[in-house]
């Protein structure tokens, strides 16, 4: 099937919201390209479970392709429609699995050597939407926080040295109260401005107390979560013919009810499921799942703060312990963690740089209970040393 | 900028860390008579392949800032080595199809999941049929258990026959522990994108039994060794220097797999896989330096299969996949060492991988008819 076959009723599995606005949108819809429009049902069908930021740019994504003139709209996707695709593709229920055809795509963009192609045309649309539909900055600067190091006693090795190029790096922080600080700061931020999913604090571990304003997901309250999908997988990998990719498509369809999450916000249970089921290493590792969870949270919510801390995932076996009895209990890793997390806390960095408003954003992170800390913000020089006593109220109020 | 602007500066900044950090020369500048170089070689020539993989970026590696990751084959390797800083992988980024078209030296296509064998004809087979060698001069060591297929293609010139033996530690450990009671089916999970898959085996591998008649091994040996062992690859370097001593092949392929552990999104595992990975490399140029049948006529080529993406592509989570396709995934390196190779020098011309297999064709004299790559003159 082809975008300008589209009907109306095929969309009646969709959820409610998502279904009014593809059918409200048809007309466009059935110009776009087959290599271009199933991404964007992919986004839309999740529609009534997406953050506010996620909405509003769907929505005006959605209006900028029915405002370009037909001439317009051929110009901007001129890179996919040279992409062909096969009649494989084509038979795909691409409508009511947008995210599998995105997914068999893109291994026929490697196998048929279109992939350069599509990055290209990829690119240049989305330079093309930024220009005219440019992204909404937040009304306060954005603030990341990372605290990394849960656990560790002691390091002896360069720490932030991704970081530390791009701000500055205090070694005589007191440590006392340093996370209460953050927490606190998180939650005078959450009060000054209320827009839902705008302030986040995401833990490896178990979280501690902290302001119900804020959106909070945790790694060990993900634990019968994470033990269903374990069980799943285990189960699903018993099928006869079942590979990696069919369980990857499997477990895309597994919903918050499929693994007993049930909250009062089905927004976030999904967001989280997702997590579990889309994210690599996320179900086993926690400090995987704590930079993904970030990388996520910014993607898609746009917070203006996000307060992530990081604890100590569970250590790999080696294979000789692997083929040898006992010791059932996963230890932990602390110091593997700790350089996990050392990373993650550049990734996120990396990630919120990404978001508008860079240019005024601040980033802090933390070796928690020590002394080292690294500051990035509009007003602090690059590339700096203080070796000068301070605090965790101190280094923010350089930055807020 | 575009993936070739960016392939060469990826390729300067490998070049220029090299020449600071083990004062080599350039290729360029440094020529020497190709008689002189022809006139060294050795008659009973061989070839060690070893991928370093799977997936190892730059930075990680030879960057100014991955120099930590790599000391043994930096202070042992780099020195005696010539190095080629950009070679570049234009196929599909999974970590078997990748693998099969460096064996074949065309681009494959087939399913990276799938066991399913390459359609071009492998290096092990051009080596066979030309040179009318037995199955027991070529071997494949993978600890990846998808790989079991790589030894042979479908080619219908070639294929069955012609093949290599190909040898799956992990799988014969497995199958040598679960002898007893216990289950062991974990060891032989090695797909770190879905931790949970075990591939199904098809094809050619070496059966247990074959420890005691091939490479002189008990079972039992076999096993203490392996409890002495913390991962695949150190598996699979104990049974590559086990088939040199007992079986000497000429042409001998180890893929490495541990690296790949990325795919969990632990940094910390990433890199102490690569650096196992630099220190096995080291021990298996020892290993051929003291092996009577090595010592002296053998090449050896690392390379990695690829990279892995960029923490600068929005498209990808840095170091943790290679999905997008970008120059830094795309881009990785070469080292080439052995009898007639220039000792000490970078070359930072673009190579393709598919030239693998020409160039190894050059070095054991026969004809990659069906490969699209050209042998690298430089260490021929």
Same mark, same amino acid.
């Given at each position: 099937?082809?975008?300008?076959?589209?009907?109306?009723?095929?969309?009646?599995?969709?959820?409610?919201?998502?279904?009014?606005?593809?059918?409200?949108?048809?007309?466009?819809?059935?110009?776009?390209?087959?290599?271009?429009?199933?991404?964007?049902?992919?986004?839309?069908?999740?529609?009534?479970?997406?953050?506010?930021?996620?909405?509003?740019?769907?929505?005006?994504?959605? =209006?900028?392709?029915?405002?370009?003139?037909?001439?317009?709209?051929?110009?901007?996707?001129?890179?996919?429609?040279?992409?062909?695709?096969?009649?494989?593709?084509? *038979?795909?229920?691409?409508?009511?699995?947008?995210?599998?055809?995105?997914?068999?795509?893109?291994?026929?963009?490697?196998?048929?050597?279109?992939?350069?192609?599509?990055?290209?045309?990829?690119?240049?649309?989305?330079?093309?939407?930024?220009?005219?539909?440019?992204?909404?900055?937040?009304?306060?600067?954005?603030?990341?926080?990372?605290?990394?190091?849960?656990?560790?006693?002691?390091?002896?090795?360069?720490?932030?040295?991704?970081?530390?190029?791009?701000?500055?790096?205090?070694?005589?922080?007191?440590?006392?109260?340093?996370?209460?600080?953050?927490?606190? =700061?998180?939650?005078?931020?959450?009060?000054?401005?209320?827009?839902?999913?705008? *302030?986040?604090?995401?833990?490896?571990?178990?979280?501690?107390?902290?302001?119900?304003?804020?959106?909070?997901?945790?790694?060990?309250?993900?634990?019968?979560?994470?033990?269903?999908?374990?069980?799943?997988?285990?189960?699903?990998?018993?099928?006869?013919?079942?590979?990696?990719?069919?369980?990857?498509?499997?477990?895309?369809?597994?919903?918050?009810?499929?693994?007993?999450?049930?909250?009062? &916000?089905?927004?976030?249970?999904?967001?989280?499921?997702?997590?579990?089921?889309?994210?690599?290493?996320?179900?086993?590792?926690?400090?995987?799942?704590?930079?993904?969870?970030?990388?996520?949270?910014?993607?898609?919510?746009?917070?203006?703060?996000?307060?992530?801390?990081?604890?100590?995932?569970?250590?790999?076996?080696?294979?000789?312990?692997?083929?040898?009895?006992?010791?059932?209990?996963?230890?932990?890793?602390?110091?593997?963690?700790?350089?996990?997390?050392?990373?993650?806390?550049?990734?996120?960095?990396?990630?919120?740089?990404?978001?508008?408003? =860079? &240019?005024?954003?601040?980033?802090?992170?933390?070796?928690?209970?020590?002394?080292?800390?690294?500051?990035?913000?509009?007003?602090?020089?690059?590339?700096?040393?203080?070796?000068?006593?301070? &605090?965790?109220?101190?280094?923010?109020?350089?930055?807020? | 900028?575009?993936?070739?602007?960016?392939?060469?500066?990826?390729?300067?900044?490998?070049?220029? @860390?090299?020449?600071?950090?083990?004062?080599?020369?350039?290729?360029?500048?440094? $020529?020497?008579?190709?008689?002189?170089?022809?006139?060294?070689?050795? +008659?009973?020539?061989? !070839?060690?392949?070893?991928?370093?993989?799977?997936?190892?970026?730059?930075?990680?590696? @030879?960057?100014?800032?991955?120099?930590?990751?790599?000391?043994?084959?930096?202070?042992?390797?780099?020195?005696?080595?010539? @190095?080629?800083?950009?070679?570049?992988?234009?196929?599909?980024?999974?970590?078997?199809?990748?693998? $099969?078209?460096?064996?074949?030296?065309?681009?494959?296509?087939?399913?990276?999941?799938?066991?399913?064998?390459?359609?071009?004809?492998?290096?092990?087979?051009?080596?066979?049929?030309?040179? +009318?060698?037995?199955?027991?001069?070529?071997?494949?060591?993978?600890?990846?258990?998808? @790989?079991?297929?790589?030894?042979?293609?479908?080619?219908?010139?070639?294929?069955?026959?012609?093949?290599?033996?190909?040898?799956?530690? +992990?799988?014969?450990?497995?199958?040598?522990?679960?002898?007893?009671?216990?289950?062991?089916?974990?060891?032989?999970?090695?797909?770190?994108?879905?931790?949970?898959?075990?591939?199904?085996?098809?094809?050619?591998?070496?059966?247990?039994?074959?420890?005691?008649?091939?490479?002189?091994?008990?079972?039992?040996?076999? +096993?203490?060794?392996?409890?002495?062992?913390?991962?695949?690859?150190?598996?699979? !370097?104990?049974?590559?220097?086990?088939?040199?001593?007992?079986?000497?092949?000429?042409?001998?392929?180890?893929?490495?797999?541990?690296?790949?552990?990325?795919?969990?999104?632990?940094?910390?595992?990433?890199?102490?896989?690569?650096?196992?990975?630099?220190?096995?490399?080291s021990e298996i140029w020892k290993a051929i330096e003291n092996e009577p049948e090595y010592a002296g006529n053998t090449t050896i080529l690392i390379l990695p299969d690829f990279g892995r993406d960029a923490d600068t592509d929005p498209g990808g989570n840095g170091f943790q996949h290679h999905r997008t396709g970008d120059a830094l995934s795309r881009t990785t390196w070469l080292i080439a060492m052995g009898p007639g190779i220039r000792e000490g020098v970078v070359h930072d011309r673009a190579v393709d991988s598919l030239d693998l297999v020409p160039t190894i064709g050059s070095m054991l004299g026969f004809s990659a008819s069906h490969s699209p790559g050209k042998p690298i003159t430089e260490i021929l």
């Open positions: 099937m082809q975008p300008g076959d589209l009907k109306p009723e095929q969309f009646n599995a969709y959820p409610p919201q998502a279904k009014g606005l593809v059918t409200a949108n048809l007309a466009v819809f059935r110009e776009l390209p087959l290599s271009f429009l199933p991404g964007v049902l992919r986004e839309a069908i999740d529609y009534d479970y997406k953050f506010p930021a996620e909405r509003r740019a769907l929505e005006q994504e959605i =209006a900028n392709l029915a405002k370009l003139s037909p001439s317009e709209r051929s110009q901007w996707l001129q890179g996919f429609a040279k992409i062909s695709t096969s009649s494989k593709l084509e *038979h795909l229920d691409w409508v009511n699995s947008p995210a599998q055809f995105v997914e068999q795509l893109s291994a026929h963009l490697w196998t048929t050597h279109q992939l350069d192609a599509f990055r290209i045309a990829a690119t240049d649309y989305a330079d093309r939407l930024h220009a005219a539909v440019p992204p909404q900055v937040p009304k306060v600067p954005r603030l990341g926080i990372a605290v990394i190091g849960q656990g560790v006693d002691s390091y002896d090795k360069p720490l932030f040295r991704k970081l530390r190029p791009h701000g500055a790096y205090f070694s005589r922080v007191t440590p006392e109260n340093g996370l209460r600080a953050l927490l606190d =700061a998180t939650a005078a931020r959450a009060k000054e401005t209320t827009t839902q999913y705008s *302030h986040w604090y995401i833990d490896g571990g178990n979280p501690i107390e902290h302001d119900a304003a804020i959106t909070s997901i945790a790694y060990g309250s993900l634990e019968p979560a994470r033990t269903a999908i374990l069980r799943n997988m285990h189960s699903e990998i018993e099928r006869p013919g079942m590979g990696p990719e069919m369980l990857r498509t499997l477990m895309a369809g597994w919903r918050p009810e499929d693994l007993g999450v049930k909250s009062t &916000d089905p927004v976030l249970d999904r967001f989280q499921v997702r997590l579990l089921t889309e994210g690599s290493g996320t179900q086993i590792f926690s400090t995987s799942f704590t930079q993904w969870a970030a990388r996520e949270a910014l993607r898609r919510a746009e917070p203006a703060t996000l307060l992530v801390r990081f604890a100590p995932r569970q250590r790999l076996k080696p294979m000789n312990e692997l083929i040898s009895p006992g010791g059932e209990r996963p230890e932990l890793d602390p110091f593997g963690s700790l350089v996990d997390a050392d990373m993650g806390a550049y990734y996120n960095w990396l990630n919120q740089q990404r978001l508008p408003g =860079a &240019d005024k954003s601040a980033f802090l992170a933390w070796f928690e209970g020590h002394n080292a800390a690294v500051v990035i913000g509009p007003s602090v020089p690059r590339g700096t040393e203080s070796n000068a006593p301070t &605090d965790m109220k101190q280094l923010l109020s350089w930055v807020l | 900028m575009t993936f070739f602007d960016q392939a060469c500066r990826i390729a300067r900044t490998r070049r220029e @860390f090299l020449q600071d950090a083990a004062s080599i020369a350039i290729g360029a500048t440094a $020529a020497r008579s190709p008689f002189a170089r022809a006139a060294a070689l050795p +008659k009973n020539r061989k !070839v060690v392949v070893i991928t370093f993989g799977g997936g190892a970026r730059d930075q990680e590696t @030879f960057a100014p800032e991955g120099q930590e990751n790599v000391p043994n084959m930096l202070r042992d390797l780099i020195p005696r080595a010539t @190095f080629f800083t950009q070679v570049v992988n234009r196929g599909i980024l999974g970590h078997y199809v990748a693998t $099969a078209s460096l064996a074949t030296g065309a681009y494959e296509t087939i399913n990276n999941f799938a066991s399913l064998p390459p359609e071009n004809p492998t290096v092990f087979e051009y080596y066979r049929k030309d040179r +009318k060698r037995p199955s027991s001069d070529t071997w494949v060591v993978a600890p990846s258990n998808g @790989f079991n297929r790589i030894g042979e293609s479908s080619h219908k010139s070639y294929g069955p026959g012609f093949g290599a033996r190909v040898i799956l530690p +992990k799988h014969l450990l497995s199958a040598a522990m679960s002898s007893g009671h216990a289950d062991y089916e974990h060891l032989l999970r090695d797909n770190y994108e879905s931790p949970y898959f075990t591939p199904d085996l098809a094809g050619n591998e070496f059966e247990l039994q074959q420890l005691e008649s091939l490479l002189k091994l008990s079972v039992d040996d076999f +096993k203490t060794n392996a409890r002495t062992l913390s991962s695949p690859d150190e598996l699979s !370097v104990y049974i590559a220097r086990r088939l040199m001593k007992q079986v000497a092949p000429s042409l001998l392929w180890i893929t490495m797999h541990d690296i790949d552990i990325a795919h969990a999104g632990t940094y910390s595992l990433y890199v102490e896989g690569i650096r196992r990975t630099d220190r096995l490399c």
